[in-house]
């Protein structure tokens, strides 16, 4: 097993003497977030104060995404154990697995050169793709053989991607936990999966790191911790509540930092690629005129809540926000001073995800007249105010359609053009330095806990078809064109398409059924 080696005590004691002085220097940042809601938001950049008419930065890395449980299928095959969400969904749906599990999914296992063949038709520039844990290791264990069939598969992705000149961007885990790890420890709540996840990245880095030079190490470990041990909505369902959510947190950051330090370690030197992690959030103002000294404070805090739950150790001062302190008290596991030291700086440039999930959740933590509300640009420039101006990549950036919405998703055109012009205006003028948006996700898939009732491909699928082929929408072709222009220069004519506007602050659409949205 690979042990990665403490510092010598010497060394180590030095570190301390001066850790009150690193940590009042990242303590400086922290918090500055709030400066965000004091701002005026004036938009003076056009005429309708909206829209911003400007292209990205030549080498902008646009890209789309997938995860492996949601449209690799072949859930038993050529070697894969179960993961968590296999025994989850078996274990809660109907008879008909084939239509209410990801047992086939997008197929995308055994149709991945249709996926390539999609990102080509895209023009991307990136494409992210979660490795699937029980596929590569069916016993969780890396120090055992590695699945060979689950090795060559992906290889030949990575390869097929660079001979089209796809930058692969790959994620460590994307919740898929091998089912055995969770029968036998208890999952994340049991710190021994500290070292295996280490074990297991340092696998993935050794066999494809020569090839992949961005690497995310998890995606939005917030939902796992509270959706999967602690409401049990997500995979394992284990309903722990507050306490179950806090010690699997604290073990998915810890992990994440062993992993980022055994890259550095053992692999940086001679593959010289970047880590990081995948941390989702909401976004919330305060009640419209009243903002407030408190009333700022309560956005702080909601925020800090979701993002600064996970930002703070490990882009801040290696420990958790005071408010999440004052807020669980004894429930919530503590850094020793050595791993504030070990957790803090350890990741290569923010990657964020901006999607419905954690809006959903993030209502239940809105109070006092807050409004959530769907505005990237503002959490990158809190982003930037409160963690020092890192580099950021959005990871994730997209929605959900309903599941009756076919090639003509107009919502969905409507929303990434929305999102993709914060991320611009984030960008020029207010100077944050975003060099990557990955629009979620490339094909329709398995969409969680909400199964195949909604759909967030920019490729159309239709389960019902044994060869799910992949159609692209009126998504996709936006996209595209957005790519080909490297966002939305001043000379080009503006069109308008008819649709249903999603009213993306209420649960269901309350809009009027026809929207005109100038795209």
Not at 87 to 111: I, K, M, P, Q
Not at 480 to 503: A, Y
Request: aromatic share 12%; hydrophobic share 35%.
């Amino acid at each position: 097993m690979l042990h990665h080696q403490s510092p010598p005590r010497q060394l180590l004691s030095i570190c301390l003497l001066f850790l009150v002085c690193g940590v009042n220097k990242a303590a400086s940042l922290l918090g500055g977030g709030r400066r965000i809601w004091q701002q005026p938001k004036l938009e003076p950049f056009n005429k309708d104060q909206s829209f911003l008419h400007d292209t990205f930065p030549s080498g902008f890395l646009w890209g789309t995404g997938t995860s492996a449980f949601q449209t690799e299928g072949a859930w038993d095959q050529e070697g894969k154990g179960p993961s968590i969400w296999d025994h989850f969904t078996h274990s809660t749906v109907g008879t008909d697995l084939a239509t209410e599990t990801a047992n086939v999914a997008s197929d995308s296992y055994t149709r991945w050169e249709e996926d390539v063949e999609a990102l080509e038709y895209l023009g991307v520039i990136s494409y992210s793709f979660s490795l699937s844990w029980p596929r590569l290791f069916p016993d969780g264990d890396a120090k055992n053989q590695a699945n060979p069939a689950a090795v060559e598969h992906y290889s030949r992705l990575i390869e097929k991607l660079l001979e089209k000149k796809i930058e692969p961007i790959v994620t460590l885990h994307h919740w898929d936990l091998p089912q055995v790890l969770q029968e036998h420890y208890g999952g994340w709540r049991n710190d021994t999966l500290v070292g295996l996840f280490e074990e297991y990245a340092a696998f993935c880095f050794h066999t494809f790191g020569s090839r992949v030079k961005i690497w995310l190490t998890m995606h939005n470990p917030y939902l796992v911790a509270v959706q999967g041990y602690g409401t049990g909505v997500h995979a394992p369902g284990e309903t722990g509540g507050a306490a179950g959510s806090l010690i699997v947190a604290h073990n998915l950051i810890r992990a994440h930092a062993k992993a980022w330090h055994t890259y550095n370690t053992h692999f940086r030197p001679t593959q010289r690629g970047q880590v990081s992690i995948v941390l989702g959030t909401h976004w919330v103002e305060p009640q419209r005129g009243k903002s407030t000294v408190d009333n700022i404070e309560f956005c702080q805090q909601s925020i800090e809540a979701v993002l600064g739950w996970f930002a703070n150790p490990i882009f801040g001062d290696g420990d958790y926000p005071p408010s999440l302190k004052i807020k669980h008290g004894a429930l919530l596991p503590s850094f020793s001073p050595e791993e504030k030291l070990w957790v803090q700086k350890t990741t290569d440039f923010f990657a964020l995800s901006f999607g419905p999930n954690n809006f959903r959740l993030g209502r239940g933590l809105v109070q006092y007249g807050q409004t959530v509300s769907p505005d990237l640009r503002r959490i990158l420039g809190w982003i930037k105010l409160e963690y020092g101006d890192p580099r950021v990549m959005v990871a994730e950036g997209g929605w959900f359609s309903e599941s009756s919405v076919g090639r003509e998703d107009t919502v969905a055109i409507y929303l990434m053009k929305r999102f993709i012009n914060q991320v611009l205006q984030a960008m020029k003028l207010d100077g944050v330095n975003v060099f990557s948006y990955s629009a979620w996700s490339l094909v329709d898939g398995f969409e969680w806990n909400y199964g195949f009732t909604v759909r967030r491909g920019l490729f159309y699928i239709d389960f019902s078809q044994l060869n799910r082929t992949r159609t692209p929408k009126t998504s996709a072709q936006y996209y595209k064109n957005v790519i080909t222009d490297n966002g939305f220069p001043n000379d080009k004519t503006s069109r308008e398409l008819q649709g249903r506007l999603l009213c993306v602050e209420t649960a269901r659409p309350t809009c009027p059924p026809v929207w005109p949205l100038h795209l």
